[in-house]
């Protein structure tokens, strides 16, 4: 079955504890996306990678990394975690051509205390 | 900033069809409008996208503006499981897949 899998679905930790929320696609898509959704707020994109070693921002990408060593794989990281990254964490994928749409995980959901 | 402005909610009844909106006012001529809703408890799901004709799949239509500065997505008929937040997006070509997808249009469906 194509999907996004994240992982984990739910996540607390304490702040400054290092994590990584893991994202893998198995549809061989260049374009992976972080995004962020917190009442009120919507979604927001954290970080972008239009393909293996291409990363780029989004609107919010203070205290996130990301890596794309490989391109089924798309890992945030969050060094210093803390409680204002309290969040639901979506990954997606999509092929390069415009004419698909985004395909979304279903999320993680993180505590910071 | 979001590049698209939808109304805050909506609201329909149950077998209805359902006409949901959406301002871009600033689009390029490179964008595509994709549109998306996220169900309670889930990650969105893509509905569909057009560039400048209207569109039809098994989900929704996409009716666009002649000068695609706005676009409708037309549900035909309102089920109960359509109950949603609807999120218009452009995607643009060019290099850059920086997506802003504002807050959505949150719609009710009355049985």
């Known amino acids: 079955e194509a999907q996004v899998t994240q992982n984990p679905r739910y996540l607390i930790t304490v702040t400054g504890k290092k994590l990584t929320v893991t994202c893998s696609q198995n549809m061989n898509h260049e374009y992976m996306s972080w995004y962020r959704q917190d009442p009120g707020l919507g979604l927001r994109q954290i970080y972008y990678s239009m393909n293996v070693e291409v990363t780029d921002k989004g609107d919010v990408p203070e205290g996130y990394k990301v890596s794309r060593k490989e391109k089924r794989n798309f890992p945030l990281i969050l060094e210093s975690p803390s409680p204002n990254q309290t969040s639901l964490y979506f990954c997606a994928s999509s092929p390069w051509n415009l004419g698909y749409g985004y395909t979304f995980g279903s999320g993680t959901r993180l505590t910071v205390v | ?111």
């Open chain 2, 1 to 111: 900033d979001a590049k698209t402005t939808q109304p805050n909610s909506m609201e329909s009844n149950e077998e209805e069809p359902v006409h949901l909106p959406c301002n871009h006012s600033t689009i390029s001529g490179t964008d595509y409008i994709h549109w998306y809703r996220q169900l309670p408890s889930q990650g969105p799901e893509y509905v569909i996208h057009g560039l400048t004709s209207n569109v039809n799949n098994r989900m929704a239509s996409l009716a666009i503006a002649e000068d695609r500065k706005s676009s409708t997505l037309i549900l035909h008929r309102a089920t109960l499981r359509d109950a949603a937040v609807y999120y218009c997006i452009l995607r643009g070509q060019g290099g850059s897949e920086k997506l802003v997808f504002g807050k959505g249009t949150k719609l009710t469906v009355n049985p």
